[in-house]
């Protein structure tokens, strides 16, 4: 059985995470970075789907039938605001290479998956634009709307992760005892 003082140190992910919130978010500009990004995408994501209006007042309205869309793009909007703070941090205080794929994967996806294009104005214009291609993006995003949420609150979780980790795993030091 190794000894437990030549082990590696390691961090488990929980650690990695709260290690990783603690340093970004310890800085007040992140967290106006983060509750300013999700605010913006909470606002877009409630007027494409028709549950936010501003003329001629400002009114929300929820239906019934709307509450599991409203959850899902609320957590997509705050997980958005939290990614886009970590990354932004990553950029300005580190000398990590960070792969374009961490800022667009889940960002993108949830941007275009959040608004109900068949419902809102956007159909229109995927229409007007694309004509028959518009058509059958309009119906897809029609159909698969809520399974596209989730897909990309997953892959928002996954760059959450994958920034964490890079913060953290650039701190670790690695110690040998026998040196």
């Known amino acids: ?6 082990m590696p140190i390691t961090t488990s992910w929980q650690d990695s995470l709260i290690l990783s919130f603690r340093t970004v978010f310890s800085n007040w500009p992140y967290l106006l970075i983060t509750g300013g990004t999700a605010t913006v995408f909470w606002i877009v994501f409630n007027v494409f789907d028709q549950l936010l209006f501003f003329s ?10 709307a509450v599991i869309g409203f959850i899902l793009a609320t957590l997509t909007a705050i997980l958005l605001g939290i990614v886009v703070s970590m990354n932004v941090y ?17 960002s993108t996806v949830s941007v275009i998956s959040s608004t109900c294009a068949s419902c809102s104005s956007l159909g229109f214009l995927l229409v007007s634009v694309f004509g028959g291609t518009g058509v059958a993006a309009s119906s897809f995003l029609s159909n698969y709307q ?9 892959l928002l979780t996954w760059a959450l992760f994958s920034v964490a980790n890079k913060l953290t795993s650039s701190c670790v030091i690695k110690y040998d005892p026998s040196k």
């Open 1 to 6: 059985m190794p000894n437990k003082k030549t």
């Open 56 to 65: 001629p007042i400002v009114i929300f309205y929820l239906p019934d039938d």
């Open 90 to 106: 990553v950029f300005r205080h580190s000398k990590l290479k960070l792969g374009l794929a961490a800022f667009f994967s889940g």
């Open 146 to 154: 809520t399974p596209l949420r989730v897909l990309s609150i997953a």
